[in-house]
C-alpha cells in the first residue's frame, strides 16, 4: 500500500510569485488536510478537504487556495508569495473525516 | 483558542537514560491527544494516542496518560536509545473536526 506523496520535494520562488504544491492520498482516503511548518515550529492547519469539498480553514489569508480531485489528490496553491511563506508544507490523509491522519514527507518551499 | 505547550528543547539524554517531555493542552470540551514524532528529513508519524481522560497510550515503549485534571499528556520511555533521536509533537483534536493542534515540538538528541 503506497503512503502519501508530496511533490515537489523541494522548491525555490520569489516573492510574488505563485506556487502549487501537490499531494496523493494514501489508497482509500478520502480526506486530505494541509499543513504549514515554519522552522522550529509544529505545523499549523491550513485547511481540509473532504470528497472535494473545503472542509474546515485555519487561519491562512486567501491567497491560499486548495483543490481536491475525484481521485482524491489534493493541491495547495499559493498566490503573491511572501518571505514568510517559507516553510516545510505537509499534506496528511485519513480514512474520512475524524480518522487518523498519515502525513507526506513534506515539500520544502523557500522564498527568496 | 485550543492550545498546546511543550517543554523547549533540545533535550540531551545518554542511551538507556529515562525520558519524560512535558506537555499541557488547552482545549473546550474532551479532545483526543497525540504525540507525534518527526524523524529528520521526513514527515510526521503517528507515535501514540489517547482519546478520553486516564487512556494510556503507548507504542514502541513509549507511554503517554491523559490527564484531564492537570490538563496534561506527558511522553515517558524507561530506556532511550540514540535511534530515538528526533523532534516530538504533541497535538490535540478538538470539536469533532479533523483539524490537529500542535505544540512547538521538543527535539531530543540520545548519545551513547
Known amino acids: 500500500e503506497t503512503g502519501v506523496t508530496q511533490s515537489p520535494t523541494h522548491l525555490i520562488k520569489t516573492r510574488g510569485q505563485q506556487v502549487t504544491l501537490r499531494c496523493s492520498s494514501q489508497?482509500?482516503?478520502?480526506?486530505v488536510s494541509w499543513y504549514q511548518q515554519a522552522l522550529g515550529q509544529g505545523p499549523q492547519f491550513i485547511f481540509q478537504?473532504?470528497?472535494?469539498?473545503?472542509?474546515g480553514r485555519g487561519n491562512f489569508p486567501p491567497r491560499f487556495s486548495g483543490l481536491q480531485f475525484p481521485n482524491y489528490s489534493s493541491e495547495l496553491n499559493v498566490n503573491a508569495l511572501e518571505l514568510d511563506d517559507s516553510a516545510l508544507y505537509l499534506c496528511?490523509?485519513?480514512?474520512?473525516?475524524?480518522?487518523?491522519?498519515?502525513f507526506g514527507p513534506g515539500t520544502r518551499l523557500t522564498v527568496l | 483558542g485550543n492550545s498546546v505547550t511543550q517543554m523547549e528543547g533540545p533535550v540531551t539524554l545518554s542511551e538507556e537514560a529515562f525520558l519524560t517531555i512535558n506537555c499541557t493542552y488547552t482545549?473546550?470540551?474532551?479532545?483526543?491527544l497525540f504525540w507525534y514524532v518527526q524523524y529528520p528529513g521526513e514527515g510526521l508519524q503517528l507515535l501514540l494516542k489517547?482519546?478520553?481522560?486516564?487512556d494510556k497510550g503507548s507504542n514502541k515503549g513509549f507511554e503517554a496518560t491523559y490527564r484531564k485534571e492537570t490538563t496534561s499528556f506527558h511522553l515517558e520511555k524507561g530506556s532511550v536509545q540514540v535511534s530515538d533521536s528526533a523532534v516530538y509533537f504533541c497535538?490535540?483534536?478538538?470539536?469533532?473536526?479533523?483539524?490537529?493542534?500542535f505544540g512547538t515540538g521538543t527535539q531530543l538528541k540520545v548519545e551513547l
Open positions: 489517547a482519546t478520553k481522560a486516564d
Open positions: 497535538a490535540l483534536r478538538a470539536g469533532g473536526g479533523n483539524k490537529l493542534t
Open positions: 478537504y473532504y470528497r472535494e469539498e473545503e472542509n
Open positions: 482545549a473546550t470540551g474532551y479532545p483526543s
Open positions: 496528511a490523509s485519513s480514512l474520512t473525516r475524524g480518522d487518523e491522519q498519515f
Open positions: 489508497s482509500g482516503h478520502n480526506t
